[in-house]
């Protein structure tokens, strides 16, 4: 297939993702039945943003056209280890791979086995010499390049068996907040979502923010409230209930709206539930400091917009690791 060839097809992917489809429908549950965090909500609001920022023919002609891309490529095979924290949080990956025109060879997460499993068993039925181009394994070996997602624990592990191949490996990241006070109530409601969907699970929600000594709090527990349904879902609750004992247990001050813990914490990273803050008193060096940050991925009020941290073009390439300038230059 031809670059353009390619194009065309994922935009019917996209139309696919759209649809009312029986098979895709039933599929949709059984993702959410084998992993409950993935409820029915983000899988439809991971697959909206998939379909409306990746699988426009306006957005993939731009995205490509940055590129030389060239249809005598020849092709390598590429292994992908994929994470499993959200619903099909890998998709960007293999588009990747496939836009490019090389093979790829999919490791998925247990977490997230079942969507994109579908999506391209669907492809071989409408295009059957694809399965010549993309296949799974539970164990990568004999690829030519890879590039595999995981916590800074397993990339030890992944710079070990890969290190010696072309290579992108993805370690812990998350992302952080700076507010100065004078947001509004939409732009509150905005940063809910920035924290809460996917239950906080994604690189790109924010876990810490940065607030300006004296901040009131009220209004930004009020506008998390948006989410106390929360509360109803057994895992969030478990979390949300053994983190707020440990705080009462260590005797740590904490707010909280009864779905979401507010706690004074350095660390980048928060637990599930539970999200940190640190006051500010220079916001110019503190705005320098994160940038510098390896461990950040995305940073709301600066350079993301509130409510669009989980909303990535296709030229967000995480860890600031240009996928397709790897995959162009193998």
């Keep these: 297939m031809n670059l353009a060839e390619r194009i065309d ?4 992917v996209g139309k696919y993702l759209q649809s009312d489809h029986e098979d895709w429908q039933i599929v949709k549950q059984k993702a959410f039945e084998k992993n409950r965090w993935f409820i029915p909500e983000f899988i439809n609001l991971s697959v909206k943003n998939i379909v409306t920022e990746f699988l426009q023919k306006d957005k993939l002609e731009r995205w490509t056209r940055s590129y030389y891309l060239d249809d005598n490529i020849t092709p390598k095979n590429v292994g992908i280890v994929m994470a499993g924290n959200i619903p099909l949080v890998g998709f960007h990956d293999f588009l990747s791979v496939f836009i490019a025109g090389h093979k790829q ?3 998925l997460s247990s977490k997230d086995d079942v969507l994109l499993k579908h ?3 669907t492809l071989f039925e409408w295009q059957p010499s694809l399965h010549n181009s993309i296949s799974f394994a539970d164990m990568l070996k004999g690829c030519d390049a890879y590039i595999a997602t995981g916590s800074n624990n397993t990339a030890r592990y992944f710079d070990y068996y890969f290190g010696r191949f072309p290579n992108i490996i993805r370690r812990n990241r998350t992302s952080v907040a700076i507010l100065t006070g004078n947001e509004t109530a939409d732009e509150l409601e905005s940063l809910a979502d ?3 969907l996917y239950f ?3 690189c790109r929600n924010v876990t810490k923010i ?3 000594a004296e901040y009131d709090f009220v209004p930004l527990l009020n506008a998390f409230k948006k989410y106390a349904y929360f509360s109803d879902h057994t895992k969030y609750r478990n979390n949300y209930d053994y983190n707020l004992a ?8 904490y707010m909280t709206n009864e779905s979401i813990l507010l706690v004074e914490n350095e660390q980048l990273f928060s637990p599930i539930s539970q999200l940190n803050y640190s006051f500010y008193t220079d916001i110019n060096q503190l705005q320098q400091r994160l940038e510098n940050d390896g461990n950040i991925q995305c940073i709301v009020g600066d350079n993301i917009v509130f409510g669009k941290a989980q909303q990535p073009s296709l030229f967000s390439y995480s860890d600031g690791i240009d996928t397709m300038q790897f995959l162009l230059s193998l």
């Design 9 to 12: 097809l994922m935009i019917e």
């Design 105 to 107: 060879t999919i490791k």
């Design 119 to 121: 999506i391209t068993d």
């Design 194 to 196: 920035d924290v809460h």
């Design 200 to 202: 906080g699970l994604g």
């Design 210 to 212: 940065y607030v300006p």
């Design 246 to 253: 440990l705080l009462i247990m260590n005797n740590v001050y």
